[in-house]
């Protein structure tokens, strides 16, 4: 059974850096879309960046695009998150999605095209 654990969740100040991290296991690591989600309270789950783990496919959304860097370790089958120049805005429940499933090597940035799901870190920037 596929299990996602995240880490790496916290408090900072605007401007400041954090890196997620996603352990993954029950699943050969291999040609897999995973991503990266986000949901501030009384929102909906968003989609912040993918990646398609058996190419060099990667995508962000307009507003992490520049700040966010969405990479992968094969070796720890970890996925990794590092968000830099954070705002307030940014303030969510991190979580991290994964599906066997891709789109001609491309991997959707919507929730309900992920199988697996994490528990969520949380992330809080203050202003």
């Known amino acids: 059974q596929v299990q996602l654990v995240e880490s790496g969740g916290g408090s900072v100040q605007a401007g400041g850096s954090l890196r997620l991290s996603c352990a993954a296991s029950g699943y050969t690591y291999s040609n897999y879309c995973m991503g990266w989600f986000r949901q501030a309270p009384g929102k909906e789950r968003e989609g912040v960046a993918t990646i398609y783990t058996g190419g060099n496919y990667t995508y962000y959304v307009n507003s992490v695009r520049g700040r966010f860097t969405i990479s992968q370790d094969n070796a720890k089958n970890t996925l990794h998150l590092q968000m830099n120049s954070l705002q307030p805005e940014d303030t969510a429940m991190y979580y991290c999605?994964?599906?066997?499933?891709?789109?001609?090597?491309?991997?959707?940035?919507?929730?309900?095209?992920?199988?697996?799901w994490g528990q969520g870190t949380q992330v809080t920037v203050s202003s």
């Open positions: 999605g994964a599906t066997d499933r891709a789109y001609d090597s491309t991997c959707p940035v919507i929730s309900i095209w992920y199988d697996y």
